[in-house]
């Protein structure tokens, strides 16, 4: 079973940074492919960014792809979404979520383990 903890949310105003954290246990994290997901109020949950466990191998929400960067720590158990040049339409909650998948995934029905999320504003 293991454990996700989104941090590092905020309020930001547009076109400023926040970056994402999030720290797992109870798990082989280094085994894991971890993503990272959005949910805006009366929306459906959005892939925002996934990384691979085996070979590092980053994908992204092609709108997302030049703001935002994926990256993890398995020295720390941790994922990071740095987000840059944000804008209003970023805001959201922000989830991490895991899987053993040998592939990467931005269904987030194969995603077997998610955080509580972290709240994303971005006022214009």
């Known amino acids: 079973q293991v454990q996700l903890e989104e941090s590092g949310g905020g309020l930001v105003q547009a076109g400023g940074s926040l970056r994402l954290s999030c720290a797992a246990s109870g798990g082989t994290f280094s085994r894991y492919n971890m993503g990272w997901f959005r949910q805006a109020p009366g929306k459906e949950r959005e892939f925002v960014a996934q990384?691979?466990?085996?070979?590092?191998?980053?994908s992204y929400t092609d709108s997302m792809r030049s703001r935002f960067t994926i990256s993890r720590d398995n020295s720390k158990s941790t994922v990071y979404l740095q987000m840059n040049d944000l804008k209003p339409e970023d805001t959201a909650v922000y989830y991490c979520?895991?899987?053993?998948?040998?592939?990467?995934?931005?269904?987030?029905?194969?995603?077997?383990?998610w955080g509580q999320g972290t709240q994303v504003t971005v006022s214009s």
């Open positions: 990384i691979r466990w085996f070979d590092l191998r980053t």
């Open positions: 979520a895991a899987n053993s998948r040998w592939s990467g995934t931005s269904n987030p029905t194969e995603y077997d383990y």
